[in-house]
């Protein structure tokens, strides 16, 4: 009997305290379950940007090429601007950070570092695109004068003492490629050498002289002398089956970098070694004379076939080339875009210029400032062999990289 009792007292505690706990349980389930929505509504791509893309008298640009770039995942999209100049992007991950590029030959390009999107509205800019002459200027590779900007949210720039663009697009089209100079011979047919008015003439009409003078004589166009870069520093082969040329980067070293940290496994000669040994080494300095001089050419890094799209080994030596960055914060770089002769120059050009931006656009991503790298492509011009055979050819689709600052 008290065995009973006993049972039905601590029955009726417990039903007691089970009916105190079962609604914390309740709502520490449902908290759960909330932040498990919001983790999964944060990998969830709904969000979207859009904007238009014009110049500066207020007319709008098609076909302008707007990338856009997730840092964490490295994901991209690219679309381009219709007719009333407008674009739209849809189907991103809600978060950040991401890059934001708008392309388009003849004009400068500009990006957007640092958006951060949310599913409430969608991110919404104005971008006002300039020509070159519009803003300072800087030295190239080639010794001609380029522009240099630095561009502010919403498509406003400032002068910059060295800039570069930020993401760019996977492939490279003949449709959005600049018109090509014409050849020289083709040029100095179309502006023969004008001459000065015979004595005659100018006698038997006086006041023409008075409110026109006669022209100046010109001189043809004379073509300038071919171009040709720095030979790569090691041997190597061509490869038939990817169609790239292998470099022979010698026995495997390590690098020790400033910051304490190591790079492991690197040839002798690779551009990794040969690029720290500059940069460290005093003696060495840079030459501003001669922009072609100090081109140190990439090893391992490669793209697919007619596309600015790296290839996955291509990443190794990239991110080997970031911790070189990163542990020396004064240097700063320029990488140089190039290929070989084959096709027109125009598709060459812009086709070289979109890889040295993925390339630009990859060290970014990876913590190198955007402020301490220039890119450019400058198409077959610079090569270091002849395009007359696939190993030659092979050589000359490269991308090189030079020290501006260190």
């Known amino acids: 009997m008290m065995l009973f009792k006993y049972c039905r007292f601590r029955c009726f505690f417990s039903s ?9 349980l309740i709502l520490i389930l449902t908290a759960w379950l ?8 944060a990998q969830t791509a709904n969000a979207s940007i859009n904007g238009t ?14 990338t856009v770039a997730h840092l964490p995942s490295g994901a991209r999209q690219a679309v381009l601007t ?8 849809k189907n991103l991950l809600i978060g950040g950070p991401y890059v934001v590029q708008v392309s388009q030959p003849g004009y400068k390009m500009q990006f957007v570092n640092d958006v951060f999107l949310s599913a409430d509205k969608p991110s919404t800019f104005a971008f006002v695109l300039r020509r070159p002459e519009a803003v300072a200027t800087t030295k190239t590779h080639s010794g001609r004068a380029k522009s240099s900007f630095a561009p502010l949210r919403g498509g406003a720039s400032r002068p910059l003492v060295a800039s570069a663009p930020a993401v760019v697009p996977a492939t490279a089209t003949a449709s959005t490629a600049p018109a090509p100079a014409p050849a020289p011979e083709k040029r100095a047919a179309a502006a023969p050498a004008e001459t000065v008015a015979a004595p005659s003439a100018v006698a038997s009409k006086p006041e023409a002289t008075a409110s026109a003078p006669a022209p100046r004589a010109r001189r043809p166009y004379t073509p300038r ?40 496994g690197v040839g002798v000669n ?20 001669d922009l072609t001089q100090g081109w140190i050419n990439f090893d391992r890094v490669y793209f697919d076939a007619g596309k600015a799209t790296l290839t996955k080994e291509s990443v190794g030596q990239l991110r080997n080339i970031a911790a070189i960055m990163r542990a020396y914060p004064a240097t700063r770089i320029k990488i140089g875009g190039y290929s070989d002769s084959t096709g027109t120059y125009k598709v060459n050009k812009l086709l070289s210029d979109a890889r040295a931006q993925a390339a630009w656009a990859t060290l970014v991503e990876m913590g190198v400032s955007p402020r301490r790298m220039d890119a450019r492509g400058y198409g077959p011009r610079y090569g270091i062999a002849p395009n007359t055979t696939e190993e030659g050819r092979a050589m000359n689709r490269r991308l090189s990289v030079k020290v501006l600052a260190k």
């Open 16 to 24: 007691i305290s089970m009916s105190r706990t079962l609604p914390s």
């Open 34 to 41: 909330v932040g498990l929505g919001h983790a999964t509504q």
């Open 53 to 66: 893309v014009g110049t500066e008298d207020k007319l709008a640009l098609s076909g302008v090429s707007i």
């Open 82 to 89: 219709d007719a009333n100049g407008s674009f739209a992007i």
């Open 225 to 264: 002398k071919p171009t040709k870069g720095n030979a790569p520093a090691v041997s190597g082969h061509y490869d038939a089956k990817s169609g790239n040329y292998i470099y022979d980067t010698g026995a495997p070293t390590t690098i020790k970098l400033a910051s304490g940290g190591v790079i492991e």
């Open 270 to 289: 690779s551009t990794e070694n040969l690029l720290h040994r500059f940069i460290t080494d005093a003696q060495a300095k840079v030459d501003t004379a």
